[in-house]
């Protein structure tokens, strides 16, 4: 079976920084592009931005752009997120979302002072 | 940044069909956009329903099906249950970018 799980997360003020992590197994994870997808409460959901599979290609929404910095180990077979500059509206549950659509359960991200 | 859009809502009877809609700012949508269709309902996760336009996974429900229709990715539901109740987005892989349309929710009634 596939696992997703996410780590980090948790509470920081505004303008502080965050790292989340991602740990895939039962896939062949080095083959995968990996994506970043939050859900704001009460919101939709949006996608963050992605990596390609030997981490070459990066691509982030606008508002993540300068902000957020996505890497991955596929030794490792994980995920990292980097978050800087945080504000308010980067509250949200994160998830990293391989190809395929593989979900974990998410970590909350809340910037709040 | 390119807006898919989707149904706000749709409502089917239990036992019925009805399909939901993706569409692009971009233009029609075609294979080449990878189209996902995920449920959500309330307080849990996402799942993935149908990824690359069509295809399901082992536990994705025989009677959801994904297809392109008149220019947009289609979800279609036929013989719907009450617990298919929820939230369904649609995402499209589009050129640098990928985007979730805003949802449909969709009542059994």
């Known amino acids: 079976d596939v696992q997703v799980v996410e780590f980090g997360g948790g509470l920081v003020q505004p303008g502080g920084s965050l790292r989340l992590s991602c740990a895939v197994s039962?896939?062949?994870?080095?083959?995968?592009?990996m994506n970043w997808v939050r859900q704001a409460p009460g919101k939709g959901l949006e996608w963050v931005g992605n990596i390609s599979p030997d981490g070459s290609g990066k691509y982030y929404v606008d508002s993540v752009k300068g902000r957020f910095t996505i890497s991955r180990d596929n030794a490792k077979n994980s995920l990292y997120l980097q978050m800087r500059s945080l504000t308010a509206e980067d509250t949200a549950v994160y998830y990293c979302?391989?190809?395929?659509?593989?979900w974990g359960q998410g970590r909350l991200v809340t910037v709040s002072s | 940044q390119a807006v898919v859009t989707q149904e706000p809502s749709l409502t089917v009877s239990p036992g019925g069909t009805v399909t939901l809609t993706c569409g692009s700012s971009?233009?029609?949508?075609?294979?080449?956009?990878?189209p996902y269709w995920f449920q959500q309902k309330p307080g849990q996760a996402p799942r993935t329903l149908i990824y690359?336009?069509?295809n399901r996974h082992s536990w994705t429900p025989a009677r959801f099906s994904g297809s392109l229709l008149g220019g947009k990715a289609a979800l279609t539901l036929s013989g719907a249950q009450p617990e298919d109740e929820a939230e369904y987005y649609c995402?499209?892989?589009?050129?640098?970018?990928?985007?979730f349309g805003g949802g449909t929710r969709l009542a059994v009634l």
């Open positions: 995402l499209l892989s589009l050129t640098g970018e990928v985007v």
């Open positions: 971009t233009g029609a949508v075609t294979s080449g956009h990878y």
């Open positions: 039962g896939v062949t994870f080095s083959t995968y592009w």
């Open positions: 979302l391989p190809g395929r659509g593989y």
């Open positions: 690359d336009t069509n």
